[in-house]
């Protein structure tokens, strides 16, 4: 007698008992017939109660909610809100709930464990992680049973501070397309639901998209204005605007403030307000937490147009003129400055506007001639880069190369192409000519790095210096060099080195002579109150104390760090004054921040982790790392933590041979000591699956004696799970024996 006949024949058992009854004997792929240990007990069902019935009927299926971190899964709930069964949707899951029970108890005690052990294994370390809950259609329309279970899941993570981002997602429909995504990737539906949305938004492969992150895909949504998208915990971006206004000291009702970047992102993994706005004569640039509306960082430089025109002034042009550079370098030096060229029919001026102040710190006039150029039998600026680069020896198909200046100029009169680019190596200056496309020069130069070695090393220092000047001087001279000024407590170095050969081309030593000095504890305490760090509650490594000099100016060098961030300061000796102050990320956060959005869940081996901060407008670190799958390449900013640049390459492995399902069929066959030409065998199950993403062979299978169940590796042909289960002699003589061969082997 089959299931379902059984409990009609009870009576005032409905319809959806019966489905979940059946839908439980069905997990558990056993033959069609039913035991008569399961025919008791559910005869005795008749015995019940009322209570009893209503118990039962509690315990039907309700529908089922999942929830996303990286981890997901998927939570089977009863009519009276109890969990029902938890089933992991990929391994993240599996590896961090293997030991943790979560059946039979409270929504609310079941999120809460699946907090803590997702804790445990590092997925929510940062306390703010954005957590994705999904609705089927049956909850979604059961609104009692969902509120219900909204509050609670919403009381569960909202009592732990790993969560800084909850969004609801429900009315999910059927779509097969969706269905198929959260099959491949692992994921639930709600999230396979967000990536379609993206990937049909930006026409990115599925796959691509599939490994952005749960931020990134919440970004589209709140894009395509979806209303079962809620955020909790954040303050608005129209707070977090209010309070860089009132910073700044800009009030929008009496000014004009331009708004070019409205973003929510993150800083070092913690979410924050990225805002860019100008006004008539300066720009800004803000860092506001989102959830406290603290300013991680804020910048004010006076506008382009407004260096310009403070240039233009003190050249005395009345000409028109034309900008060839309009740089703002503001990055790990003492004073952010805009660098401008621009020349009229006669002149060029070469220009360093202090990009805070607004006054000349630098500037350089030459007399040159030009006509209007005739462009009608050059090579094109793409043929000047391939002869440039072929020159140099690079492949831009094989190497990461950086161009930061292609322009068409003239050399004494002479049309050419003017290219700068860089690699992870070195960097190079060239001039193509225009017409003919014959290198008329061509510079190498060492990085700045280099130089500073070699400097060092001439000097024979074995003590930790400061550099008060590192910077290259490449324009308009016979020999383009580097000019390094360094010193420790008791001598100061001055040298000159070649930028293309490397060579010492002149080098000065002065003792520094010190009195009247604030003391090294006095300037360390000056430090670490404008760092916000107190030695009493944190943890503080000092890894550099001395007394330099800075420019001839005699101060304390301090560098140390926390567990979270690296600092370096300049304290004068004299009146306690900072000079200078830089907060770094750490090199393991910054890897951190690359690994979490390349979404990667693979071992990777890294062959490059650089900090490059020396001589760039932006300091920044550098990575290259790979898997078996992908090769990436990420530049960090040293100070944000934001992502600057990121490339990912594709590794595509060879695809994998199957064995088949027939071998597959044979394997278990052989396993189990079955022979199909002597005993009645019949499949109940024959597919390819995967088994924590390895494909794989589900084989179920039963004799009048034994039902087995087999997972068969899709490659090797190895048997990687089996189980069998063999039936009492009371239930094998309810079943026709349909064995042809009593004498055939079984276990």
């Known amino acids: 007698m089959k299931t379902e006949v059984l409990l009609r024949s009870i009576g005032k058992i409905n319809d959806e008992l019966i489905a979940d009854a059946e839908s439980e004997a069905n997990t558990k792929r056993k033959p069609g017939w039913t035991k008569l240990g399961t025919m008791a007990a559910c005869l005795a069902l008749v015995l019940c109660t009322g209570i009893a019935t209503h118990a039962i009927r509690s315990n039907v299926t309700a529908g089922t909610f999942t929830m996303d971190v990286n981890p997901s899964v998927e939570y089977t709930i009863a009519k009276s809100g109890i969990v029902k069964n938890v089933r992991c949707l990929n391994s993240d899951a599996e590896n961090a709930l293997s030991d943790v029970a979560l059946g039979k108890q409270s929504v609310e005690t079941a999120l809460t464990r699946t907090v803590a052990a997702y804790e445990a294994c590092g997925y929510m370390e940062n306390g703010e992680a954005t957590v994705l809950i999904s609705f089927d259609s049956r909850l979604d329309a059961n609104a009692e049973l969902k509120a219900s279970l909204s509050a609670e899941i919403r009381k569960a993570l909202e009592q732990t501070d790993a969560v800084g981002t909850l969004v609801f997602h429900s009315e999910l429909t059927e779509n097969a397309e969706a269905a198929k995504i959260a099959e491949e990737f692992h994921v639930s539906l709600g999230r396979a639901d967000w990536i379609l949305t993206a990937a049909n938004k930006t026409g990115l492969p599925t796959d691509e998209v599939a490994r952005m992150s749960l931020d990134e895909l919440l970004k589209f949504q709140e894009v395509s204005g979806i209303s079962s998208v809620s955020v909790s915990k954040f303050i608005s971006l129209e707070e977090a605007k209010k309070i860089a206004l009132k910073d700044a000291k800009l009030d929008e009702l009496v000014q004009k403030i331009v708004f070019t970047r409205e973003e929510l992102s993150r800083n070092q993994g913690k979410p924050c307000y990225l805002l860019e706005f100008y006004t008539g004569t300066n720009q800004y640039f803000y860092q506001i937490d989102a959830k406290s509306g603290s300013i991680i960082y804020a910048g004010k430089f006076i506008t382009l147009s407004e260096a310009k025109k403070i240039a233009l002034d003190d050249a005395g042009c009345k000409d028109k003129v034309s900008f060839t550079e309009e740089t703002l370098v503001s990055g790990g030096i003492k004073t952010p400055y805009y660098r401008l060229v621009f020349a009229d029919a006669k002149t060029q001026w070469t220009y360093r506007i202090d990009a805070v102040l607004g006054i000349v710190l630098e500037k350089k006039q030459k007399e040159t001639v030009t006509t209007e150029i005739d462009t009608a039998d050059f090579i094109s600026l793409e043929e000047a880069k391939k002869i440039a680069l072929k020159d140099a020896g690079l492949d831009e198909a094989t190497q990461k190369i950086v161009f930061t200046r292609e322009e068409l100029n003239r050399n004494s009169g002479k049309p050419c192409y003017i290219l700068e680019f860089y690699t992870a190596k070195k960097q190079y200056s060239y001039k193509v000519d225009a017409k003919n496309g014959s290198i008329m020069e061509a510079y190498h130069f060492i990085f700045l790095a280099d130089a500073k070695k070699i400097a060092l090393d001439d000097a024979g220092v074995n003590v930790k210096v400061v550099f008060t000047t590192e910077e290259l001087v490449a324009g308009g001279i016979k020999t383009p060099y580097y000019r390094f000024v360094f010193a420790d407590a008791k001598t100061q170095w001055t040298y000159r080195i070649d930028a293309v050969l490397g060579t010492v081309l002149e080098k000065q030593q002065k003792e520094i002579v010190t009195t009247d000095f604030i003391s090294l504890e ?64 750490l090199l393991a956060d910054a890897k951190k921040i690359a690994l979490d959005d390349a979404g990667v869940s693979e071992k990777v081996t890294f062959t490059e982790e650089t900090l490059v901060a020396g001589g760039i407008k932006s300091p920044y670190y550098y990575f290259a790392f790979e898997s078996a799958s992908a090769r990436w390449t990420y530049k960090i900013d040293a100070v944000l933590g934001v992502i600057m640049d990121k490339t990912c390459d594709k590794i595509t492995p060879p695809a994998p041979e199957f064995i088949g399902l027939e071998k597959a069929k044979q394997i278990a066959l052989e396993d189990a000591e079955l022979d199909e030409t002597a005993q009645k065998i019949v499949f109940t199950r024959e597919e390819l699956s995967r088994n924590s993403g390895k494909p794989c062979y589900i084989l179920e299978f039963y004799t009048d004696k034994c039902a087995y169940s087999y997972k068969i590796d899709a490659v090797s042909g190895e048997v990687i799970g089996k189980k069998t289960e063999w039936f009492s002699r009371q239930e094998s003589d309810t079943v026709p024996d349909t064995s042809q061969n009593s004498d055939s082997k079984h276990r």
């Open 522 to 585: 006095e300037a360390k305490e000056i430090a670490l109150k404008d760092a916000g760090l107190n030695e009493a509650t944190q943890k503080i490594v000092f890894t550099r104390e001395e007394l330099n000099r800075n420019s001839g100016k005699p101060c304390y060098i301090l560098e140390f760090y926390t567990a979270k961030k690296q600092y370096s300061y300049k304290v004068d000796a004299k009146n306690g004054s900072i000079i200078e102050a830089y907060h770094f990320i």
